[in-house]
């Protein structure tokens, strides 16, 4: 992805306030850089961006010592005057088909299960031996499985940056 950081920030705080750095997310991929080939813009034909999506490097560290890599997803941000417009969706449609062809990790994120379930799948159905490093609500805790990898089965954890 083509984008600056204050671009980023821009549409991150018109979406989520300036609050949003004390999110259990921020905490769940500390220290991680996004990964540009699972992270994405919206612009308009005048090159503002409208909307970001990021993907980060993230783990699953079991209670039996095991770590299993997952892809978070989100910040999913899209500027207030332009939501409930296609672009969220558009984003995320991209999203699923790359990783779909190229992900070696199953993928996870923090968000409205009417949304992320709807139209992608994201279930808390198998999330619920997760924790995180603060607040989550469980029925936001979202995991979609990547086809064509081996099927993450229910496992209890700590959900950390990447370690390896
Ligand atoms: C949530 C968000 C990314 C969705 O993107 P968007 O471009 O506004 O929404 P879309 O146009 O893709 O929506 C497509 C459909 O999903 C619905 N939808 C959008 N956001 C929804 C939500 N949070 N819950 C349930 N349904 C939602 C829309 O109403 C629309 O429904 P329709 O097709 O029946 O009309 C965007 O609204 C946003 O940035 N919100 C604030 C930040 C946020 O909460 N991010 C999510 C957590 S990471």
Known sequence: MSLENHEIEAVLDAAFGPDRHRRTAYAIRKGMLWLPEYSYAARDDAGNVLGVLQ?????????????????????????PSDQKNGIGKAMMDRLVADTDLSAKAHLMMIGDPEYYGRFWRFLADDTSGWRAPGPVDPRRLLMRQVPGIEPLPRLSGMLAPRSA
């Open 55 to 79: 993907s980060w490097p993230v783990e699953l560290r079991s209670d039996d010592g095991t770590a299993t890599p997952l892809i978070m997803v989100g910040p999913v941000a899209v500027v």
